[in-house]
């Protein structure tokens, strides 16, 4: 009987030990510099994002640390399970295969084209009128389901972020550069470049940006948690507060 039961004993403990629940332990999020979103200073990591996971996570027992990486690599990592949380995702089905999503967006961007001022470059939603223009798209960026199924189709040049697509924009280099309006509306300010570059009136999409996990099932909890949580601030408008303080829009 004995030799029969110590086994058990033995696995359960074990078991026991594998399932130590993530609040036990310091959580990493991970994103890039997103203005409004996601931004390191001086004195640390703010932002809509960071707001949002403390309010809703602290109360719950976790602890939560931030990294900021491009963002390709912060992508790389969350996939992997070497960080916890990804910050600011936009959602398809491509990034639905590698990571399990939050159930609802916490934040809302505009997505848009930028041309010269001057230039009679125009696009009203036809993607006939892009043909033969240089484009360029941030890496590892999407841009929504009717871009980025013209992408072949379409003359794309990688840039590395959206300040070297301004840049290359201003030089001529680019005919266009697709981007949102969030992260561009600073880049422009703090280059000096808003009296040469300019925003085409038709948008590309819409896109909502949420939370993002590995899909392993042990981050199931934390999952659910901030599900809950964030449901909780969407409907007692503290999300909606917090996105005023940060000049974000939300979906609600």
């Known amino acids: 009987m004995h030799s029969r039961v110590l086994p058990r004993l033995l696995l359960a403990c074990c078991c026991a030990l594998l399932a130590v629940p993530l609040a036990a332990r310091e959580l990493l999020a991970i994103g890039t510099n997103f203005p409004g979103v996601f931004e ?23 602890q939560v640390r931030f990294e900021l990486h491009p963002w390709a690599r912060a992508q790389h990592m969350v996939e992997h399970g ?17 990571f399990v ?57 990688t840039v590395e972020g959206v300040e070297n697509g301004l840049k290359m924009l201003s030089a001529g280099r680019l005919d266009l550069l697709a981007s949102n ?6 880049v422009l300010l703090a280059l000096g470049l808003t009296d040469k570059i ?23 909890p934390l999952r659910e948690d901030l599900d809950r949580a964030l449901q ?21």
């Open 40 to 62: 390191q200073h001086a004195g640390g990591y703010r932002g809509l994002a960071t707001s949002v996971l403390r309010q809703a996570l602290e109360p719950l027992g976790y």
């Open 82 to 98: 070497q960080g916890d949380i990804l910050i600011g995702p936009y959602k398809n089905a491509e990034r639905e295969a590698r």
């Open 101 to 157: 999503f939050s159930a609802q967006p916490f934040y809302r961007d505009h997505i848009v084209f930028y041309r010269q001022r001057g230039r009679l470059l125009y696009w009203h939603g036809d993607y006939r009128e892009l043909l033969g223009r240089r484009i360029g798209v941030v890496r590892a960026w999407v841009y929504g389901a009717r871009f980025d199924s013209r992408r072949a189709q379409l003359d794309l040049v």
């Open 181 to 186: 309006q969030r992260n561009t509306r600073p």
């Open 198 to 220: 300019e925003q085409l009136k038709s948008q590309i999409d819409l896109q909502d940006g949420y939370f993002a996990f590995p899909r392993q099932d042990r981050y199931r």
């Open 232 to 252: 909780q601030m969407i409907e007692q408008g503290r999300l909606a507060q917090l996105a005023k303080e940060w000049q974000v829009e939300i979906p609600y």
